[in-house]
């Protein structure tokens, strides 16, 4: 499968191509706003990958020929860029591609992080409100703590969880995420229980930050 | 230690009683608005214990009296009910009184369960602007399954997490959360960070109604 890392120069999606670039044989493109940052980045992700006997080719792109190239479309983009990166490449996304989204609203103060979602009420609401009609949309890896994500010596041992309301999306999605040695991805509902996925993340960061030797913080459920 | 669960006939209340008496000495006091009821669910307790041959004594309270004769307060009522409940046992509360508060607040709709939170911003905070000056004001036992809690033989592997503004309360609570076997406190901050942890409490939920053999689902961080 081809899978899309928008703004995949960044940690999480640094993380995500690393790991199904080293666990998988999924064709992993970059996108950037900069496409010679993107071919930058695929480089080091190439050589990084090298280093551990994996020869894999990844190639980078602009953001919008990255997600016209792909089967599935990660918006590894902060927040306060998802809706503008949605817009920009609408017209590469049709009722084919899937867009996951592991974005989460957060705002910091003294005490910690706090969950800050956008007015549509998550920023799964929100991608699904402006990607384009048919296009299905999956939240997922929201809670994965990207410096243990891209740190390929590290075994995970992790839960993600999914919500989408296109169950083909979210199997197919669900497929990607247990690609990934050490991930299981979990059914948290349709796109209006992502709010609770969401919240997770800034509780995490928090959990890190109040407990001594507790870092990169993620969760399991049993 | 002397330990009241107020709403003690309740499913949370239950499983914080029977657990501390199984694996701990401390002192359980149940309490409920009415004390027959209280009584009946001590010996109901008491009866569950001896059958696994611990014995000991569990004494049922009006709300107001447990409260009197406890060094720790667990609010074990529904959300609704936990501003009414504070309000009735304030005159019995002090400095040397810790108030633990593991209640959430959430609706439910056809996709799930969500988190919905009072205006003071969860049910924490409610509870802290309730309490009356200088009483220690602790979350914690909010994401743990009811059933399984009070289930003696299931062996719980779970996290808990504790938010307050007091670090001796904060430290009190961590000690008798950890009395319970299998069971492992860590620290989410301050009271301002209430409504992330609390917000978990529907996620589990969600997380059972969505994934075939998965029920009382409880979480852990690492």
Redesign the interface.
């Known amino acids: 499968m081809r899978i899309a890392l928008i703004g995949g120069t960044g940690d999480i999606g640094q993380g995500l191509a690393l790991r199904w670039a080293f666990d998988t044989n999924h064709e992993i493109l970059i996108g950037s706003r900069d496409p010679e940052k993107a071919r930058t980045m695929a480089e080091e992700y190439e050589t990084e990958l090298d280093s551990r006997g994996v020869e894999t080719a990844i190639k980078g792109f602009t953001n919008e020929m990255a997600a016209d190239r792909a089967d599935v479309v990660v918006l590894a983009v902060p927040p306060y860029h998802v809706a503008d990166t949605v817009e920009a490449i609408a017209e590469k996304l049709d009722e084919e591609t899937i867009l996951v989204t592991p974005a989460v609203g957060m705002k910091g103060?003294e005490?910690?992080?706090?969950?800050h979602p956008p007015s549509a009420g998550s920023v799964t609401a929100l991608v699904d409100q402006r990607a384009p009609e048919g296009v299905p949309v999956v939240g997922a890896f929201q809670n994965l703590a990207a410096d243990r994500l891209a740190n390929l010596d590290v075994d995970l041992?992790l839960d993600t969880?999914l919500v989408g309301d296109d169950p083909d999306a979210k199997e197919t999605v669900r497929l990607l995420a247990e690609g990934i040695d050490g991930l299981r991805a979990?059914?948290?509902?349709?796109i209006?229980?992502a709010?609770?996925?969401e919240?997770?993340t800034?509780?995490?960061i928090?959990?890190a930050?109040?407990?001594d030797d507790?870092h990169d913080?993620?969760?399991?459920?049993?």
Chains 1, 2 share one sequence.
Do not use: K, Q, W
């Open positions: 103060d005490d910690g992080l706090h969950y041992s969880l979990l059914d948290a509902g349709p209006a229980n709010a609770e996925v919240s997770v800034p509780l995490v928090n959990i930050r109040y407990n507790m913080v993620g969760v399991t459920f049993h």
